[in-house]
């Protein structure tokens, strides 16, 4: 049988490590605690559907992650970036799999913390894997810079989500500052590549989105609107690695 190419296992991966992050989010912030027991509000139907498409695509994952590191241990040669991506993709699938009979309870914050940072760099490593196939790329900083910031604030934002599970209000300062420093870094890559029309108008237009969000959340969260605000980040990482990896032309035969 004949195995995906490296593109098709980064695309597929990318589409279902988002489909993992959007049924964590929306099971993580659908529960409330109630005397230290973790309880959920989602409708039943809702809670299950969830569940069933977080176990699936994580299966899914798992299986590109399997077929990625056998490709890479069969083709040869192989390009350092596909390399690279691989040996992360790898790692973090690892790693979020080994840390998943902690998350239900939400008892342990560094674990809720890990699941959002590591599903969303995750999913940019699927993408830098599909973005390195047979291309030459070089690497924009910028928005590598950019990408990092929003690991950052992801990471902070689950944080202060763990925190208000248990009714306490923590990390908002950090969150701020990590914030405004993400949409400068985003817009000035953004503008450094205007000449890619689509990804960088995209790109700063998500990160006007997601101030906007921001600031509806400070004081309170509502489902739909903080689970959008998760969403947008996980779109604006995909977008960060588009603009982070750019196309290079080969160089012309001699």
Known sequence: MKMPSFRSVGAWGAALTVVILAMSVLLRLGTRLEAGEAVSMLPAAMEQAARIAHRLAAMGVGLLAVGALVQLATQRPVAPGRRNAVAVIVALTLLLASIGRHTPGY????????????????????????????????????????????????????????????????????????????????????????????????????????????????????????????????????????????????????
Do not use: K, Y
């Open 107 to 254: 008892r342990i914050d560094a674990v809720t913390v890990a699941n959002v940072t590591g599903g969303i760099a995750l999913a940019a490593a699927f993408a830098a894997l599909r973005a390195v196939s047979g291309l030459t790329v070089s690497v924009d900083r910028v928005a590598a810079a950019a990408l990092a910031l929003l690991l950052v604030l992801a990471g902070l934002g689950a944080a202060a989500d763990a925190a208000a599970l248990r009714g306490e209000q923590a990390f908002g300062p950090a969150h701020l500052w990590v914030a405004t420093l993400f949409i400068v870094s985003a817009l000035v890559a953004a503008w450094h590549q205007r000449e890619r029309v689509r990804v960088a108008t995209a790109v700063a237009a998500l990160a006007g989105v997601q101030f906007v969000l921001g600031f509806f959340l400070v004081d309170q969260r509502p489902l739909a609107l903080a689970w959008t605000h998760a969403m947008v980040a996980c779109a604006l990482a995909l977008l960060l690695v588009s603009l982070a990896l750019r196309p290079t032309p080969a160089p012309a035969p001699r």
